[in-house]
């Protein structure tokens, strides 16, 4: 029987991502069902900031929690996958003041076009994440800034303010005057800065041209001085103990302290206390009962408590120098090298933080940090090592969370309060979710003074308090209670996120939900690390090491790519490696040299010359083509012998099926402890070397010979084999590699399993019966054809050529050879006749006239008659 065969050359990646997306979403193949609610592993995704477009961060962290989820069900869960956007925050209302020139205090259009700039955002990305090969079930995604969202969110709220964990207070907080927004302890990092250390002369108050001398990095700030301070072992400045120093350009005295805090080696050993220049300042202000005085606005200017109303923070310090130094107070200037404290987190900004005192809303987290470790510790981490994060976070914490910020599009903080005494007037429940700018107060009084100046809070909340509740969200907390109970109360929960977010999103969601449900969220967690650019640095716009997926993802398609974060080790940093070259010569170019070829040419120009070279997608892509190229083998084989299903009885195997189904039980097992475990690197790389080095170089090859043969019967066999052993190895692949598996499953299997699709497939089993002495055989059979393929390269032979007589001569048991070792050998070589031995005696050798010397390879020794 003679057939058209027609199959791909190639395999065409862009055509069949395309194709097995849509066929996915149309026969609802990642579709979650609730059914008996047994088993149901809730899988809590990182809702990404919606900025309109994937990076390779969320590739590798994505691509590695759709790993946990085709892993978990094909061991039999039900996964419940869904994932959700993070909607909020100060770049959406940068991006649109910028791109639509619309003022955040033209409030209604302004939100508007915020929710429509997160909208198309959203389209976006989850068009990337279906490309990508993302196994989340869309019915069930969520989106911070819509209604349902925010109505939990509000309620969690005002759970949290009638229990007394949430309060509003003046106090100083770490302030971002370049985004006029306070900022949590979480969002402020440090950097170093060479400044200057000025030595200000301070008069001592009834001295004759007496001065204390205190040095500072902020001499802006000695209009906001309340205090100066001495350790109390400093013997230079005892005789100051009750001293009083007069404030420069101020008029007002202030006395002179001791304290303890005070560090004898700074400067001159004598500080001044500002309110507030930093946190040892609050302290300060609170321990002596200080006065306070705000000299800053909200937008970084001075204010009216200044001489120097109106200049920015620097223009007003330069200017305080100069007069100082006029008034002959200065006595030093000198090079510094400090910390400052930035706005570091989710931000461009990384400007230098101050504290204001400013009405804030506030949670109490400080008295719940060891509920918080406690929580920590009774989840599984992957890897362990993070764990101490979460832990020293929770142990050196000692700010309550400000959760409040001065900004538009968020989350409103559902409460009113009174101008007069400041009582909170809180929402009724039956209103929420509600907008107290645009909505009256529940009391037109105010229940403690009776006063009628009530306000709606203007300030929203804090991102991190819309997705400190994302377990809760997914799980249809206050809104299915059965749904809640199995995908939350007894499900098994895993949280997958970057170490970076551990001190904010993982630490408030286990402190939020916990408090809010009374049990801890989650029962294990899965930790990645940053991707690095090919300089080694963490991935960043500033650095110019960027890598777009939209730039590789047209080239080397999904499969590749999620090879590629297969690859990274958990809880590590991960490079995405890539050498710039020349276009024209091909030859590679250093990060230096292109860095001042970009500043001298044109955009235009530049991408003409040069391009980047991505090394690790280039090996994947190649595994793709190895992988393609057994199906095509296989294809071609299946469309001459018809199978009607792919069952094999024990005693059907092969010498050599035997050995390569143990070598697979091997791997199987290696394979499967390492998914257990997270660890897809080990789990990758184990398989792929079967797959490339046993299956493909050794298997196939030895048993080619039987699809040329005339015995249809061992051909049929050999073929199912074959297809067994490769349908096996395919549906783990599946996990890495959605889109290839599912074509070939498509062409090549779906007549034998049935499945609508091969993500519906189960975890492969071991194979059971096979035979000890069998696997012996075929490990001979395949180590010698290996051996004699290499003799027969170095001799210069052609491997289809054929041999007239070999004999080999070896060490391993004689017993094992038989008929089948001798036809195997033979056939896969190309010899006419094959003599094994364990020795060549001298009368043999003459018999056969052996002149040469043998070829020795690998302990076989083997003479060669061409
Ligand atoms: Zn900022
Ligand atoms: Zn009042």
């Known amino acids: 029987m003679t057939q058209e065969i027609t199959y791909p050359k190639r395999f065409r990646f862009s055509e069949i991502q395309k194709k097995w997306t849509e066929y996915w979403r149309k026969e609802k193949i990642n579709n979650f069902e609730l059914k008996d609610g047994k088993d149901i592993f809730t899988i809590d995704t990182p809702p990404p900031f919606v900025s309109g477009t994937l990076h390779l961060g969320h590739i590798l962290n994505h691509s590695w929690i759709d790993f ?101 207070e003046k106090f100083p907080t770490h302030f971002c005057v370049n985004c006029e927004t306070s900022v949590a302890k979480a969002e402020v990092g440090y950097q170093d800065e060479i400044g200057k250390l000025w030595y200000l002369k301070l008069p001592i108050v009834g001295g004759e041209n007496e001065n204390v001398t205190i040095a500072t990095t902020r001499p802006e700030y000695i ?64 321990e002596y009962g200080l006065d306070e005085i705000q000299i800053f606005t909200e937008d970084g200017h001075m204010n009216e408590n200044s001489k120097y109303k109106g200049m920015t923070i620097l223009e007003a310090r330069e200017k305080i120098v100069e007069d100082l130094d006029k008034m002959g107070l200065i006595s030093d200037i000198k090079d510094y090298e400090h910390r400052i404290v930035i706005h570091t987190e989710r931000s461009s900004c990384r400007k230098p933080i101050e504290f204001l005192p400013v009405y804030q809303w506030f949670i109490n987290v400080k008295d719940f940090t060891q509920e918080i470790i406690e929580s920590g510790e009774a989840m599984n981490w992957y890897p362990e090592k993070h764990k101490q994060r979460l832990i020293d976070w929770c142990e050196g914490l000692d700010w309550n969370w400000v959760i409040s910020r001065q900004r538009v599009f968020g989350t409103p903080i ?19 979710p509600l907008d107290p700018v645009t909505m009256q107060s529940p009391k037109k009084q105010c229940p403690k003074c009776k006063s009628s100046k009530i306000e709606g809070e203007k300030d929203v909340c804090d991102c991190w308090i819309d997705s400190s509740i994302t377990p809760l969200a997914i799980a249809k907390w206050l809104e299915d209670e059965d749904f ?49 650019g090919n300089d080694t640095r963490k991935m960043s716009k500033s650095f110019g090491n960027v890598v777009s997926p939209d730039e590789v993802m047209p080239e080397f398609g999904a499969d590749s790519l ?44 530049f991408n003409n010359k040069y391009k980047r070279r991505f090394e690790q997608l280039i090996g994947a892509s190649r595994f793709l083509t190895k992988v393609w190229n057994a199906y095509r083998f296989l294809f071609f084989n299946s469309s001459k012998i018809q199978l009607s299903n792919l069952k094999i009885k024990p005693d059907e195997l092969s010498y050599i099926d035997n050995h390569v189904y143990s070598e697979y039980n091997n791997v199987l097992k290696e394979v499967s402890e390492a998914l257990n475990g997270y660890r897809w690197h080990n789990a990758f790389v184990s398989l792929k070397n079967f797959f490339w080095n046993e299956m493909c170089d050794n298997y196939i090859e030895a048993i080619k010979y039987k699809f040329y043969s005339d015995e249809s019967l061992q051909a049929e066999v050999a073929l199912k084999n074959i297809l067994n052993i490769f349908y096996k190895v395919l549906s ?5 590699m959605p889109f290839i598996t599912e074509e070939i499953h498509d062409l090549l299997f779906k007549k034998f399993t049935k499945l609508k699709s091969i993500h519906l497939e189960k975890f492969p089993k071991e194979y059971k019966n096979l035979n000890d002495t069998k696997i012996m055989q075929g490990k001979f059979i395949l180590e010698s054809i290996k051996n004699l393929r290499n003799i027969k390269s170095k001799r210069g032979i052609p491997l289809n050529q054929e041999i ?10 004689l017993d094992l ?31 056969e006239n052996i002149s040469e010397e043998p070829i020795e390879e690998m302990g076989i020794v083997a003479y060669i008659f061409e």
């Open 732 to 736: 783990i692949f599946a996990i890495v």
């Open 223 to 286: 209009e906001a001085c309340v205090g100066v301070f001495f350790h109390p072992n400093d013997d230079r400045y005892y005789h100051l103990s009750a001293a009083e120093v007069e404030i420069p350009l101020t008029g007002r005295t202030v006395r002179i302290r001791t304290d303890r805090n005070v560090d004898m080696n700074f400067g001159t050993g004598i500080v001044y206390c500002c309110t507030y220049g930093d946190e040892m300042d609050i302290k300060w202000k609170l």
């Open 817 to 847: 050879i038989d008929e089948e070792v001798l036809n195997d050998i033979k056939n896969t070589i190309r010899i006419k006749e094959l003599f094994i031995s364990d020795k060549m005696d001298v009368k043999q050798a003459k018999k």
């Open 68 to 168: 946990v989820a085709r892993y978990n069900k094909m061991k039999g869960r039900n996964v419940y996958f869904p994932q959700g956007f993070d909607c909020h925050g100060l770049p959406v209302e940068l991006a649109v003041e910028k791109n639509y020139g619309i003022s955040k205090h033209d409030r209604e259009k302004f939100l508007a076009k915020c929710v429509e700039w997160v909208n198309n955002n959203i389209d976006n990305m989850t068009k990337q994440f279906d490309e990508m090969g993302y196994s989340t079930d869309w019915n069930y995604t969520y989106r911070t800034m819509n209604d349902d969202y925010k109505y939990k969110v509000q309620w969690s709220l005002l759970y949290f303010y009638k229990k007394r964990w949430l309060y509003r």
């Open 484 to 532: 809640f109970d199995k995908t939350y109360t007894k499900a098994n929960v895993h949280r997958p996120q970057g170490y970076e977010i551990i001190r904010t999103w993982l630490f408030y969601t286990l402190f939020r939900c916990k408090k809010l449900t009374g049990k801890a969220p989650f029962s294990e967690i899965l930790i990645n690390g940053m991707v690095a």
């Open 804 to 813: 007239n007589k070999i004999i080999l001569i070896t060490q391993e048991n």
């Open 414 to 432: 559902p409460f009113w309060y009174c101008l007069d005494c400041g009582e909170i007037i809180p929402p009724r429940e039956e209103d929420l």
């Open 562 to 605: 999620r090879q590629w974060a297969a690859l990274g080790t958990l809880g590590d940093d991960y490079p995405f490696e890539y050498t710039w070259i020349n276009i024209q010569s091909k030859q590679p170019v250093s990060n230096d040299f292109i860095k001042k070829e970009k500043e001298r040419l044109t955009e235009n120009k």
